[in-house]
């Protein structure tokens, strides 16, 4: 049969208060009713949990945590009872849980652990960017740990994570970061033969992303750049969309601009990232043609 999770909450909370009550010839001392409440609380998380009623899972392990760092001085203890609070409030209370997490996180960078910190930071920057929609918090969590999973030689899931930094910064407008995050991981992938076919797809992401910025010139400098860095490069359809591309923005031709994504997309499907980005650019020569007309 399941506990009763309120009669846990409160069998906790009388736990707690005989254990600031002073000193007693019974029931043991002050520091193991502090370790029982704890106890206690935990319990009652699980079986909110068990219930269903996240919310109340949520607050029961932050009592838990609180009982753990304040009064047991279990470091270690709270932070793994705050991802459990994150855990529960991840689906229905997105910010509760961005902040409980954020305390677990803190824990383990002062102790070193990046590693761990990273995996909470990247869980993070998922809710953030999909649960709230924030996509500029999103952004400095993945960087975060992004950099946390550099610095502990996991390059791989680094790179994943430049990847979101780099299609977040853009649909933010932040053009320049995100190319320097798509060259930042191409580089890294021109040489692994795990990773070298997808190349293409971050120096195209990263030429679209420079064409956004309405330098043609940097944009053709870049192109050449990317053929020098993987010289088959230039035999690509990416390739060849960006040089045709650059030459619709150039002339301010937005038919043709449009004809070579419809050959394109026929071929290679673009996902809402590019669409979004290449609209952006399509609109630009709409504008440029109306400041001449």
Known sequence: MAQDPRGLIQKAEKTLQSAGGGFSFFGGGKEDKYQNAADLYVQAGNAFKLDQQNKEAGMAFEKAASVFRDKLNELDDAANVM????????KDYPEDAVRCVEVAIRHYTSKGNFRRAASHKEAQG??????????????????????????DNASAIANKLWLKVADIAALEGDYYRAIENYEKVADASVNNNLMRYSVKEYFLKAGISVLATKDLVSTRRNLDRYREKDPSFGATREYQLLMDLTEAVEAGNQEGFTEKLYAFDQMS????????????????????????S
């Open 83 to 90: 991802i459990d609070a994150f855990k529960v409030y991840r």
């Open 126 to 151: 998922e809710v953030l960017e999909t649960g709230i929609g924030d996509r500029k918090r999103a952004l400095e969590a993945y960087q975060a740990a992004a950099q946390w999973y550099e610095g």
């Open 269 to 292: 499907r673009l996902d809402k990232w590019k669409t979004e980005i290449l609209v952006r650019i399509k609109n630009q020569i709409e504008e440029a043609d109306n400041e001449f």
